[in-house]
């Protein structure tokens, strides 16, 4: 068992060093986890374009559900590093056990909104032939959501413990085994039928089942895992811990759904500036999701770190922690915001070969530069706060900032501002989601900096009363 932090080194060079000990395997997970996404859009884009036209879309509505159920299911990992900071063994088991019952809780209602998106493929007037592409598609997934769930249950777990080296082992065995099965299962390779871009989403799927089989046998096998006693005495179903982790983790979920859809929303607003300009969009769009991964995973490594101070009621560590969380996150989103602005060219026109969309895409990279560094900030912030268990207003900040600036500031700015009105542009989304993300980080910066000196202070209130009663 990883000791408590209350026992762990303060000093800055030692928290600096934990976290980049627990963030660099989940960059690579994520890393490897966007190149599965992105081999389904090559393979289905050269077996036709209905095809990948139907895996584009489903794949969106399929993120979106998906980042919604496992948002929630991140409660999981704040509620044993607290047991993990305290040094409460005992209670590990029984946290994990109820996760693993809410992601089976989440699968029914996932499972439905895959099997049922007609309605909004009708109201995002998607082709009949395309749309049932994306609807076969999200059938195929569907098979595999259960496991999906249950693995990152397995997932915030071993983050929670500090071992995220294995989520980087089974992301590698699962990206192996897709890309093939996935071709294969396309284009009708290997004794298989061909299934189109269907294929993809079956591939997708199967390869859920494998990371779950790979999880389970580490937990049992592993000899690390004995002393948590992970499926001694199993429990069945608990109202009350249920309740709390959905309590705790639903917001996280809503947050997570707010973030991703919000760029999803940006794409289909701003398609009637025609081809040329969607497809600039979508260029910048990818660069952010590779560039996010970054401070996602320092993001998640000071989730969890915060949550092992607090639960040893460190709160100075933890304040600390998250200072260097955000200090971490936005030194390397300057420097690979440097590095791209150097690159803008050469990566604008491997993306693309279209003049008229590289010259979109080109003018929109001052905006992807500035959204990056207060994205990396805010994202560090907000993880911080789910690590001393503060979800609930984050999930208001998150309404308002990304839905209220982000889209609605953005669509005002690209159609109906004055200075727009004759000549509409996509960089008017861009520009409001840079006001949003500075927005965002500044009030989670006012709310960490109030939640973490009120623990700080209330400690040091005890301290006193502890030492009043010891003098008496």
């Keep these: 068992m990883p000791p408590s932090t209350s026992a762990s080194p303060t000093g800055t060079r030692a928290i600096v060093g934990q976290l980049l ?4 395997p989940i960059l690579i997970a994520q890393l490897l986890s966007m190149t599965m996404m992105v081999a389904d859009t090559v393979i289905a884009g050269r077996y036709g374009t209905a095809d990948l036209a139907g895996v584009a879309i489903g794949s969106s509505y399929y993120i979106s559900v998906v980042m919604l159920l496992t948002g929630t299911l991140q409660a999981i990992s704040p509620t044993i590093a607290h047991h993990v900071g305290a040094g409460r063994q005992e209670a590990i088991a029984p946290a994990l056990q109820q996760g693993f019952w809410l992601a089976l809780l989440l699968a029914g209602p996932g499972i439905a909104l895959l099997l049922n998106p ?5 109201a995002a007037s998607v082709p009949p032939a395309v749309a049932a592409k994306a609807a076969d598609y999200l059938a195929a997934t569907a098979f595999g959501l259960p496991a999906l769930l249950l693995y990152r249950s397995f997932y915030a777990f071993n983050n929670a413990v500090g071992r995220p080296r294995v989520l980087m082992a089974i992301s590698a065995i699962t990206m192996s085994v897709h890309i093939p099965l996935a071709w294969a299962l396309t284009n009708g390779a290997l004794g298989f039928a061909p299934m189109g871009g269907t294929g993809c989403g079956v591939s997708t799927a199967t390869v859920h089942w494998i990371a779950l089989g790979c999880g389970f046998a ?3 096998f592993n000899p690390a895992y004995k002393p948590y006693r992970l499926f001694h005495a199993w429990q069945a179903p608990r109202a009350q811990a249920l309740g709390q982790l959905l309590r705790l983790g639903l917001p996280m979920g809503v947050s997570t759904f707010i973030d991703i859809s919000s760029f999803t929303l940006i ?12 497809a600039g969009h979508r260029v910048i769009a990818n660069f952010t999701g ?10 998640i490594a000071t989730m969890v770190l915060v949550g092992q101070s607090a ?12 200072r260097l969380g955000m200090s971490l996150a936005l030194g390397f989103s300057l420097l690979v915001g ?12 491997f993306s693309s070969a279209d003049p008229a969309v590289q010259a979109v895409a080109l003018g929109l990279v001052v905006w992807l530069l500035l959204y ?8 560090v912030a907000a993880h911080a706060l789910r690590g001393y268990k503060v979800t609930l207003l984050p999930m208001l900040v998150h309404s308002l900032c990304f839905w209220g600036i982000g889209l609605a500031g953005g669509y005002w700015l690209s159609f109906h501002a004055p200075w727009r009105a004759s000549a509409p542009t996509v960089a008017g989304f861009w520009e409001a989601c840079v006001l949003a993300t500075l927005a965002a980080t500044l009030l989670f910066g006012a709310l960490l900096r109030a939640v973490s000196r009120r623990h700080v202070r209330e400690a040091a209130v005890q301290e006193r009363r502890k030492a009043r009663m010891r003098r008496r």
């Design 267 to 278: 794409a289909i607003l701003a398609a009637r500036l025609g081809t040329e300009t969607v």
């Design 311 to 322: 639960g040893a009621q460190d709160w100075r560590r933890a304040r600390r922690t998250a």
């Design 372 to 379: 990056q560094c207060f994205d990396a900030l805010q994202t």
């Design 338 to 349: 440097a590095l791209l602005w150097m690159l803008r060219e050469p990566l604008v026109a």
């Design 118 to 122: 007609g309605f909004l493929l009708e």
């Design 21 to 24: 000990h627990l963030a660099w």
């Design 290 to 299: 590779m560039i996010y991964m970054l401070p996602l995973s320092l993001s």
């Design 218 to 220: 580490y937990l049992v």
